[in-house]
């Protein structure tokens, strides 16, 4: 059996701010792993989101509106900030500005203010429709479900060979989330390290194929092909043993400090990149360590000033009232109100 040292045992706020700075590496090189993280950040949130609406007491509403202010306050302000800094350089400000400033359809959108605020669209299309289809998918068989879950993807890539990129595309990244908060599978540290060599071998072995460098390399192009999407996504979701594992270890204030901040330095990085590079086009090593080290330190301020007083008041304000059972929650109607146990 495989053991992991007790000083190694990441909280699942770690992995997110390791996973934020693999994706500003990915900015700041030709490295292409941006995505990927990206998508183990779905499983993760399938994990939390999934967890936080099982112990939910409150309105359907409710619950949306609380997970829609964990997110857009700070995509706000960073937003505004960002549309300030290429007023002042004289760069491109979208036209279609306030769209710019919405989440719902910014997947989908060319125009944006925040280059990785397309994730933040399909996580609130995830928040929003958890609450609506959990109590109906209770009332299917299993297979029943996985069927609908097979068809959901199935028309998610449709939809996104089409340009409407939806969270339907990235379903097995949030199901496989969702189903660990389920099943409440707690993957042993073997089980979690085999995920980890399984992952690297795959890489690897996409390293090896002229074809699959894609996968690991940018080759210019923003946005990536149907293929290599949907090359990361199963790459990705090989890890989802270790992510079970992340998810149940404990977590002290600075693991929950480190969670927090990576959703601030994952936002604020790509405007440091853009308006540095705009200032110093020479590049090199020294400008990225200097983007890298920029980054880091506007994000402990943003969180420290912008996010975390935001999250307060919503916590103060959508405190969730009387937490059920967990065994009741499948009986638990779909209602605009309180919910409780029949």
Known sequence: KVMLSSSFRLGSGAVRLL???VVVVSHLSAI???RPAVMIFFMISGFWVTRAWQEWAGSTTGF???RFLRIYPLFLFVALANALLLFVEGAHVPDEFGLALL???LASRDKTLLGVAWS???ELQFYLA????APLL???RRAEVWLLALIGWVVGIGLMSAGLVTALFFLPAFAGGAWLAQSRWKATDGQAFAS?????AAGAGLALLPLAREVLLKNGIETPNMGVQLTHLGWSVLLLPAVAWSVHQYSSAQDRWAGDLSFSLYLVHTPVITAMAALMPAGGLALKLAMLLISAVLAVALHRWVDLPAELWRRAHFRNPVPIPPAAIAFAPLNSGHKRPN
């Open 19 to 21: 996973l934020a700075a």
């Open 103 to 105: 989440l719902p359809g």
């Open 32 to 34: 292409n792993l941006g």
């Open 196 to 200: 980890v060599l399984l992952f690297m």
């Open 130 to 133: 958890l609450p609506l289809l």
């Open 138 to 140: 209770i009332h299917l």
């Open 64 to 66: 949306m509106a609380s």
């Open 120 to 122: 933040l669209d399909i």
